[in-house]
C-alpha cells in the first residue's frame, strides 16, 4: 500500500497529494507534526535523513523529494497521465514545473519580515519597507499572469498537468498571506485560482490547519504591498 507522509500546509507536500488524487490513486496518509518532532524521530529519519516532508513510502520502496515522487507516479502509474501529450508541451510542462520554485524565495523576505520576526509587534512594522521587501514577489505573479494569458491552465485547456499541481498550493499559499490578484490587476492568475479552488483534488487536500485559523496579512496590510 503506497503511504504519504506530509505536514499541513507544506507547500511541496500538497503537490504529491494532489497527484495522488488526481491519479485515483489509493493510499494511506500520513500527517507529521514538525512542532511535535514527528520528522526527527529515528524511524522518519531512517526513511528521509533531511527529515522534510513530503515523502513516499510505496511498499517497499521509500521516495523523498517532491519532483521525485511526482515523476516517479506519473511514470509508474500511467492510467491517469498528468503530462500533456507532445514532446513540446512535455517540454513547456517541465519547465513551469520548475520555475514555480522562483516563487517562495520571492517572497520570503517579506513573510520573514512579519511571520517569523519575534522582535516585531505587528503594530511595529514598517509598511514601506514591507512593500519593498513583497515587490519581488510582484513581480514574479506579474511574470506567472503572462503565461496564463488565454490559457485555463498552465499547458493544457482541458486539465490541469504537473506544473500546475505546483503552482496551485504556492498561489493558495500567497493568498493565505495575504495576497489579494483582483486588486493587483492579476485577473488570469485570481480566475486561475478560482479554477483550482473547484477541483476536488484541492478540497480533499486542503490543509487542516487552515481550516482552524486565519492567515497572516503580510501582503495585504497596504495598497502599496
Known amino acids: 500500500m ?3 507522509f506530509w505536514a499541513s500546509g507544506s507547500p511541496m507536500a500538497w503537490p504529491v497529494q494532489l497527484a ?7 493510499h494511506q496518509s500520513t500527517q507529521l507534526s514538525f512542532s511535535s518532532g514527528d520528522n526527527k524521530t529515528p524511524e522518519y529519519l531512517a526513511m528521509n ?3 522534510k516532508v513530503p515523502l513516499l513510502r510505496d511498499g517497499g520502496l521509500v521516495i523523498y523529494e517532491a519532483h521525485a515522487i511526482v515523476d516517479y507516479l506519473e511514470r509508474n502509474y500511467c492510467d ?3 503530462l500533456p501529450s507532445g514532446c513540446e508541451d512535455q517540454a513547456l510542462d517541465l519547465t513551469r514545473r520548475f520555475e514555480t520554485g522562483y516563487i517562495y524565495p520571492a517572497a520570503d523576505p517579506a513573510i520573514s ?8 509587534r ?3 512594522w514598517d509598511l514601506r519597507y514591507l512593500a519593498e521587501l513583497a515587490q519581488p514577489l510582484v513581480d514574479e505573479f506579474s511574470r506567472w499572469e503572462t503565461y496564463l494569458t488565454g490559457r485555463r491552465w498552465l499547458v493544457s485547456d482541458t486539465q490541469p498537468t504537473q506544473s500546475d499541481l505546483f503552482l496551485i498550493p504556492m498561489l493558495l499559499y500567497m493568498r493565505r498571506f495575504g495576497f489579494n490578484y483582483v486588486e493587483r490587476g492579476l485577473s488570469n492568475l485570481a480566475a486561475y485560482c478560482e479554477r483550482a479552488l473547484s477541483l476536488d483534488s484541492v478540497q480533499q487536500t486542503w490543509p487542516p490547519h487552515w481550516l482552524e485559523s486565519e492567515g497572516d496579512p503580510t501582503f ?3 495598497s502599496n504591498i
Open 113 to 120: 519580515y512579519t511571520s517569523y520576526s519575534s522582535a516585531l
Open 80 to 82: 491517469v497521465p498528468l
Open 49 to 51: 535523513p533531511r527529515g
Open 20 to 26: 495522488l488524487k488526481e491519479k485515483k490513486l489509493e
Open 122 to 124: 505587528r503594530d511595529q
Open 220 to 222: 495585504g496590510l497596504h
Open 2 to 4: 503506497r503511504e504519504i
